[in-house]
């Protein structure tokens, strides 16, 4: 038996951090990182793979991201945890003993209990294997249908009309992008879906597949209409994979694994992050989901800090994400203002529209932005921002540190920032500022 002073299960982008974070302190910790899958994936990036422009090496992560920061990889699958022995044993018969265990299961796709989703030309968003089946259907398929309309499935489908295949993206909830994005920004992508022919059915459900002869499937829909398609992709979100946890007594719920602040569980010298975990909201404290690989990196960070016996805590997640349409960019951090209500928060809202440049510049467009705020202290809680171009990330990064920062209106209508011709609003004009002082009148 080997024993090692951390054992981490999971090849993920919080398992890598870990390894990091470790290998960089002085104290050389042994560290040995067991995952499942021979060659992972950039997830979030598997839509830009579908089209065979680039090579699919392009979309693995390398193994040298472990091997090379001193840690022993070993691809198995862990099938046991025996805490009261500091053990894990793997499917291959091996067994390790550690001082630390860091569980970074991640998470698996969710795949509906409909009838005929078993076939061959049926595929999730999740694994190398995906990606390369994708490729294969989308080099043979004419049309397809994508089910689920959130980022995932909207990159999908987004990146399969660009390959000229016949797309349907069918969403269950009343409009695509829901969790993520306000409503008054949602209309702005519809009218572009449509102007590309991508076709959406929202407020709509998959019942049955039915498969037929010369290789196509019928999507059966709940209003009764079919749709014909040589493949489907489902995007309908993830679960967290918490069974070896829950088999070794360690808490878990719905959401995930629980840990607390310091990202231990309730099993001593058992840490966990990532998808697998249940997280906490920054705003709120309450459990919620956000299954990004940025929320991983932060609670990787934290618990890596702690196994090197450094105090350190993680305030809960902020969400902040992005994504691109065609030529919107888009993206939010903290609360919409929709779970914002349906968090029972009292709110404010604040939104703005400028100019990106100047406006005697050329290709000048508008920039987008909705901040949401607390009405009982004035906090900033969330804000959404859409524009073309590729700027919107940066936005979202600035408006979740705000968050972090506890900004309240005054603050962001106060702050101060830069201008030029062709890189921002004239000297008078922000974006933020203004939705903060629009927020500001309704007071």
């Known amino acids: 038996m080997e024993k090692q002073d951390v054992v981490i299960v999971g090849g993920g982008p919080a398992g890598r951090l870990i390894v990091h974070t470790i290998n960089a302190d002085d104290r050389k910790m042994s560290v040995t ?42 691809v198995d699958r862990v099938v046991k945890i025996e805490p009261e022995l500091n053990q894990i044993h793997t499917q291959s018969g091996k067994s390790y003993e550690y001082k630390h265990l860091v569980l970074s299961t991640g998470s698996r796709p969710i795949v509906p209990p409909i009838p005929g989703i078993e076939a061959d030309n049926i595929t999730s968003v999740r694994s190398i294997d995906d990606l390369s089946l994708l490729r294969e259907l989308a080099s043979k398929g004419k049309r397809a249908v994508v089910v689920g309309g959130g980022y995932i499935g909207l990159e ?116 966990a992050c990532g998808d697998c975990v249940e997280k906490r909201s920054f705003i709120t404290g ?49 609360f919409t203002e929709h779970m914002a209500r349906d968090a029972d928060i009292d709110v404010i809202t604040g939104y703005s529209e400028v100019s990106d440049k100047y406006p005697m510049m050329d290709n000048v467009d508008v920039v987008r932005t909705k ?27 600035f408006i979740s540190f705000a968050i972090q920062m506890g900004a309240t209106m005054q603050n962001l209508s106060d702050y101060q920032y830069a201008t030029h011709p062709e890189l921002a609003a004239k000297p008078s004009d922000n974006s933020y500022a203004f939705a903060a002082r629009q927020a500001l009148s309704k007071l």
């Open 33 to 74: 990182l067991i995952k499942d899958e021979k060659n992972n994936v950039n997830r979030c990036a598997i839509p830009y793979g579908i089209s065979e422009e680039k090579p699919m090496g392009k979309f693995q992560i390398s193994n040298e991201l472990i091997t090379d920061f001193g840690a022993d990889l070993v």
């Open 156 to 271: 999908v489908a987004v990146a399969l009309r660009q390959m000229d295949i016949d797309v349907t993206l069918v969403e269950m909830l009343p409009k695509i992008l829901m969790n993520t994005t306000e409503p008054e920004f949602i209309g702005l992508i519809e009218k572009t879906l449509a102007k590309h022919d991508l076709r959406v059915l929202a407020n709509e459900k998959v019942v049955e597949f039915h498969h037929k002869t010369d290789g196509s499937v019928d999507v059966k829909l709940g209003n009764g209409n079919t749709l014909t398609a040589d493949f489907v992709v489902l995007s309908a979100g993830v679960a967290p994979n918490t069974e070896l946890a829950a088999q070794a007594g360690i808490e878990t719920s719905r959401l995930g694994i629980c840990t607390d602040k310091n990202m231990r569980t309730n099993v001593p010298n058992i840490y």
């Open 286 to 334: 309450e459990p919620t989901r956000g299954e990004f690989g940025t929320n991983a990196v932060f609670m990787a960070r934290v618990a890596a800090q702690n196994i090197l016996d450094i105090d350190a805590i993680f305030p809960g997640v902020i969400n902040a994400n992005a994504s691109a349409v065609y030529d919107w960019s888009l993206g939010s951090a903290g």
């Open 371 to 397: 901040l949401v705020f607390n009405r009982l202290n004035s906090k900033l809680i969330g804000g959404s921002v859409i524009r073309k171009g590729g700027c919107t990330a940066q936005n979202v990064d």
